[in-house]
């Protein structure tokens, strides 16, 4: 009897589904891009791997990191050297260029490591990159400067101050920021994005308006009725500025109309209806090209209805810009 007992334990154990190795969802369905946006790392050691030797290490003489930003390009650092790209993630496949090589499976993602495996043209058997995550001063990348933005908050909530005031002590630099945004490719750079959403609610807004200028200084002022105002300033380093302004440009901004506006009667009509809509307008000039996007209704009210149809680059550009003005506010 306790032999019988043993027997159906094991076969139970050994053919029960829930009880079966299981794949990561992640490498059944593909990875989610969100998981790489934002990230930086660094390589570690390439690993053969059918035979699972380590065929290489960084070291002192060889220091390698990616950067994967927001706006789905690269940058990488390879002794000493920049480079740039697009990525995208196809199911469980990384799209990137390193090493005459612009696909990798992705094996292993998740908060603290990274595993890339490749396949060389007539090479027998796999190869593994191997990185693990670093913070941004740990990563010879410039951090962005609207991540650690100089908050001056024009409130009574003086504790929210307090709450960033080392992220402003790790901002702080011998160099003054102005001269430090001269160097780039001299192209003179205005950024406005003013209104957008409703007024109304508990709270309304007031005022919601974002400016930065040619040498990199970002100003975002923002009102409310119970709120009062509150007014961010920071630099973004004109190589992070320069670099947005080719993602506006491959957005297709300049080509957009002047305005976009209502096609159907139900959007008219909510033009009278409360909360008001707030026209939304963006002003961007870069170089010798200027131009001015007005949307007559933008955002989702509780109907969750996008009542004026416009490109979704428009929205992409909208959301990096407010990403700039509100991180770490």
């Given at each position: ?14 053919f ?19 998981k790489?946006v934002?990230?930086?790392?660094k ?7 059918e ?7 960084a070291?002192?003489d060889?220091?390698?990191?990616l ?13 000493g050297?920049?480079s740039y790209?697009?990525?995208?993630i196809d ?5 990137y260029?390193?090493?005459?090589i612009?696909?990798?499976?992705i ?7 990274l595993?890339?495996?490749?396949q ?35 409130t ?18 011998k ?7 001269i ?7 205005s ?7 409703y007024y ?7 005022r ?21 105002l509150?007014?961010?300033?920071t630099?973004?380093?004109r ?20 305005i ?13 209806q ?6 939304l307008?963006l ?7 200027r131009?001015?996007?007005t949307v ?24 990096a810009i407010?990403?700039m ?5």
């Amino acid at each position: 009897m306790k032999i019988f007992k043993i027997y159906t334990l094991l076969i139970f154990t050994l053919f029960s589904p829930s009880l079966k190795a299981q794949k990561p969802a992640d490498l059944l369905w593909g990875f989610d891009e969100r998981k790489l946006v934002e990230t930086k790392w660094k390589y570690n050691y390439t690993l053969q791997k059918e035979t699972n030797t380590i065929l290489h290490k960084a070291d002192k003489d060889y220091k390698y990191f990616l950067y994967f930003r927001y706006d789905k390009t690269y940058q990488q650092y390879l002794n000493g050297q920049f480079s740039y790209g697009k990525w995208r993630i196809d199911g469980n496949n990384l799209l990137y260029s390193f090493q005459e090589i612009d696909s990798f499976q992705i094996v292993q993602l998740d908060k603290g490591s990274l595993t890339l495996e490749f396949q060389r043209p007539n090479a027998l058997g796999k190869y593994q990159y191997h990185f693990s995550r670093v913070s941004s001063d740990q990563s010879p990348f410039i951090k962005p400067a609207y991540e650690l933005p100089d908050i001056i908050v024009e409130t009574k909530a003086k504790k929210r101050a307090k709450r960033h005031s080392w992220l402003r002590a790790l901002f702080t630099r011998k160099v003054k920021p102005e001269r430090m945004n001269i160097v780039g490719n001299g192209k003179y750079i205005s950024i406005e994005l003013v209104g957008g959403g409703y007024y109304g609610g508990m709270n309304p807004v007031i005022r919601d308006f974002i400016h930065i200028k040619s040498n990199g200084r970002l100003i975002k002022e923002f009102k409310s009725k119970k709120g009062g105002l509150q007014v961010n300033k920071t630099y973004i380093p004109r190589v992070e500025l320069e670099q947005f302004m080719e993602y506006v440009e491959s957005q297709g901004f300049f080509e957009m109309k002047r305005i976009y506006d209502c096609d159907q009667l139900y959007c008219s009509k909510r033009k009278k209806q409360n909360p008001k809509p707030i026209p939304l307008r963006l002003v961007i000039a870069y170089g010798n090209k200027r131009k001015i996007v007005t949307v007559t209704i933008w955002g989702l009210d509780k109907n969750k209805v996008n009542y004026v149809p416009h490109p979704k680059g428009l929205d992409n550009i909208i959301y990096a810009i407010q990403e700039m003005g509100n991180r770490g506010s």
